[in-house]
């Protein structure tokens, strides 16, 4: 997908069972693909989605979120992560979606500060038991790449970027920043 295609209208089975509409008729839709389920780059990332989800929503977005892992690798993974998770173990939306996997998502160097910070986050979670501790074998493997898409109701994508390295997405901020541009509401 790349800006102003269309992305057709489907439904997406949450990891809890729920129904999400892609495209979400009411609102915009951050579609985010992560790594796989437990990935610390990944966890760290969401936390910050999570702890920000009211100015999320306030602007107007669903935040929908993908990864290459399956739903039960993911549930005893992302317990506490309160938004619309999709497990994709086949892919089938990375690759319309042109998400690629590919081995600089971990050998470039612009990712390892991301990958300390989160190992070292990771380690504090699992020993104050509030986390499991990261798969050894992860479903789809560890070489995935990020990729964020903002989605209209009508389906048409207003802003989309493809990671280069396992921790090129957007912030919350450059989220909001491109909500803002794409309907003129500011925060």
């Known amino acids: 997908m790349s800006l102003s295609s269309s992305v ?10 729920t129904e999400v509409s892609v495209p979400d008729p009411n ?25 920000r989800h009211h100015e999320i929503t306030a602007a ?16 005893a993974q992302t317990a506490a992560v309160p938004l619309d998770l999709i497990a994709d173990p086949a892919r089938a ?26 190992v070292a986050n990771e380690i504090r979670a699992v020993r104050r038991h509030e986390k499991p501790p990261t798969p050894a074998h992860a479903d789809g493997g560890r070489l995935g790449l990020p990729a964020d898409f903002l989605i209209a109701p009508d389906g048409t994508v207003l802003a989309a970027k493809r990671g280069v390295h396992l921790d090129d997405q ?10 803002a541009r794409t309907t003129g509401v500011t925060r």
């Open 170 to 179: 957007w912030s919350v901020d450059e989220l909001l920043a491109h909500a």
């Open 93 to 118: 939306l990375y690759r319309e979606f042109g998400v690629e996997s590919s081995p600089r998502a971990l050998l470039d160097p612009r990712g390892w500060p991301a990958i300390i910070r989160s």
């Open 60 to 75: 107007g977005i669903h935040e929908v979120v993908v990864f290459h892992s399956s739903a039960t690798e993911l549930r």
């Open 8 to 17: 057709p209208a489907r439904t997406l089975i949450t990891i809890a069972g």
């Open 27 to 51: 609102r915009l839709v951050h579609l985010q693909f992560r790594r796989f389920a437990g990935c610390p780059v990944c966890s760290l990332h969401l936390r910050s989605f999570v702890l």
